[in-house]
């Protein structure tokens, strides 16, 4: 078995999410490694933007980005304040399975940890799987943590 010396947690801030942080940082601990923490603002692409003014769209970007942040923060301090390990954050924006990728990738990440919401049929169909784009395109193993009802 290879050592794992980084894992990727990509949270959503989810119930699921809270879960798979748990998860994370358990593994961390016990292989040593160092836990990086990730959450993706998706949604504020180009194609939404048909129609409106550039200042409305930049001002709307950047409050969601300083709530993002605020979130990030709040959610690093409740559930990895206890974390003894080496801890990295950020934010970014874009399609979630693209930057969860992308970082793994740039960051040489031995594992992917990420929560699943478990959405099924047409809200699946519509809403699309995330967790499911990693697993199929990632070259690292990634270990998914379904919320729990």
Known sequence: MSRINLILYATDFSE??????SL???LASA??????????ITGLDDRHRRGIPASVVDAFTKEVKTQAMTDLHDF???????????LTS?????????????RAAALKADLIVL????RRGVRKLLLG????????QSTVPVLT?????
Do not use: C, M, W, Y
Request: cysteine-free; hydrophobic content about 35%; charged content about 25%.
């Open 24 to 26: 994370a940082q358990e």
């Open 129 to 136: 799987s995330t967790a499911e784009r990693v697993i199929r």
């Open 90 to 102: 950020e934010l970014n924006q874009g399609h979630g399975a693209d930057e969860i990728l992308a």
């Open 31 to 40: 292989h040593g490694a160092r836990l990086h923490l990730l959450h993706v």
């Open 115 to 118: 929560g699943t919401h478990g």
């Open 76 to 86: 690093k301090e409740r559930q990895f304040g206890g974390f003894q390990g080496e």
């Open 16 to 21: 699921g999410a809270a879960e798979a942080a």
């Open 145 to 149: 943590v379904p919320e729990r009802d």
